[in-house]
């Protein structure tokens, strides 16, 4: 598959998976000869710019907090035709500079998506990043508008650490949609304290006694999930027939 093709199918796989909670009308459904004709321009639009593909740059609104961001970001793409470029460590200070530089909110979120492996140092560089990211939002708050927004929601208001949830994602990985794989059983993400607490009645259990999914399972990143969601995984057996299991992401 094509660089091309596997960014058409990257947007597709993400508006299936971002759909219930962001406004994904502004994904259009470009063709394949559409695509590379905004890959290759070089007049970019807007403050995302990381390079080649940086016009594929997309900002959501989330449905229910208007004030809240999701920023994708297709980072350092080659020319067509050319090899890869190195992603280094350097790509965290970059992605803390947009929110340093206030180009992006402080609660905003990020997909960010590479042509290269994720190798260990990438991976924790961005956690590093994302935890960072924690800490800021703990000493200081969510913006006046986004408390304002969430605290309407009452019973279905997020807690704080959905705000700028950032994950990286191969871009092989979304080009394939993992979760119409056969052996990947349907996953959802369960974020309300009071959906939670009816699991954790049902189950006889608590937060500290689920099985663990990390936030970096490549599920998880597709339903994006913060430290605190349970993760609902439906599964399916000839003996048992459908049964429901659950796993607490940190």
């Known amino acids: 598959m094509d660089l091309i093709n596997k960014i058409l199918n990257s947007r597709i796989t993400l508006k299936k998976y971002l759909e219930n909670e962001w406004d994904i009308s502004i994904i259009s459904d470009y063709s394949t000869?559409?695509?590379?004709?905004?890959?290759?321009?070089?007049?970019?639009?807007?403050?995302?710019?990381?390079?080649?593909?940086?016009?594929?740059?997309?900002?959501?609104?989330?449905?229910?907090?208007?004030?809240?961001?999701?920023?994708i970001i297709y980072y350092n793409f080659p020319e067509l035709n050319s090899s890869s470029i190195k992603i280094t460590k350097q790509c965290g200070d970059k992605i803390l500079s947009l929110y340093n530089s206030e180009i992006i909110n402080p609660e905003d979120s990020i997909i960010l998506i590479i042509n290269e492996n994720i190798t260990e140092n990438i991976a924790k560089t961005i956690e590093d990043v994302y935890y960072k990211g924690q800490e800021h939002i703990l000493i200081n708050n969510l913006s006046d508008e986004i408390t304002e927004e969430n605290e309407k929601l009452h019973k279905k208001k997020y807690n704080m650490k959905h705000f700028r949830?950032?994950?990286?994602?191969?871009?092989?990985?979304?080009?394939?949609?993992?979760?119409?794989?056969?052996?990947?059983?349907?996953?959802?993400?369960?974020?309300?304290?009071?959906?939670?607490?009816?699991?954790?009645?049902?189950?006889?259990?608590?937060?500290?006694?689920?099985?663990?999914i990390l936030r970096t399972d490549p599920m998880a990143k597709l339903l994006r999930l913060a430290p605190g969601d349970i993760c609902k995984i439906t599964r399916r057996s000839e003996r048992c027939g459908e049964y429901l299991y659950y796993r607490i992401c940190q």
């Open 33 to 71: 000869s559409e695509i590379e004709k905004i890959y290759n321009s070089k007049k970019y639009k807007g403050n995302l710019n990381f390079g080649v593909a940086s016009n594929l740059n997309i900002t959501l609104d989330h449905k229910k907090l208007k004030s809240h961001k999701l920023h």
């Open 165 to 212: 949830n950032i994950h990286i994602f191969q871009l092989d990985n979304l080009s394939v949609d993992i979760g119409l794989h056969n052996i990947v059983p349907k996953h959802e993400a369960v974020r309300f304290e009071d959906e939670k607490n009816k699991i954790y009645e049902s189950t006889n259990t608590n937060e500290n006694q689920l099985p663990i």
